[in-house]
């Protein structure tokens, strides 16, 4: 029923930047949180930076002070500046939204965008 559809993967040179996108859609009460994950071959999924709504954002210390989390709550979308990025940025992202309906609690994720960043 939800829908979340991420772009603005690519790859970038270390020191250069990126924006991803990720737009929410379909049977949606009421948004909780939205943010963004990422994983690395091999390695864990990991938190990069989350927002509740009307509270508390939350960034991973390995990108705080170069990435920023923002949203626009009226069109359902998140997004993720990325700034002098790394090599180990690398990642696949994944869009992650915690949303209310019909009185319940949903947990949606995106199918992940890759991001490269060449040294």
């Known amino acids: 029923q939800v829908q979340l559809v991420e772009s603005g993967g690519g790859l970038v040179q270390a020191g250069g930047s990126l924006s991803l996108s990720c737009v929410a859609s379909?049977?949606?009460?009421?948004?909780?949180?939205m943010g963004w994950y990422r994983q690395a071959p091999g390695k864990q999924r990991e938190l990069v930076a989350t927002?509740?709504?009307?509270?508390?954002?939350t960034y991973a210390d390995s990108v705080k002070g170069r990435f920023t989390i923002s949203r626009d709550n009226a069109k359902n979308t998140v997004y993720l500046q990325m700034n002098s990025l790394k090599p180990e940025d690398t990642a696949v992202y994944y869009c992650?939204?915690?949303?209310?309906?019909?009185?319940?609690?949903?947990?949606?994720w995106g199918q992940g965008t890759q991001v490269t960043v060449s040294s």
């Open positions: 927002k509740i709504t009307g509270g508390t954002t």
């Open positions: 379909g049977s949606i009460f009421s948004i909780g949180l």
């Open positions: 992650n939204l915690h949303h209310w309906r019909s009185g319940l609690k949903y947990v949606d």
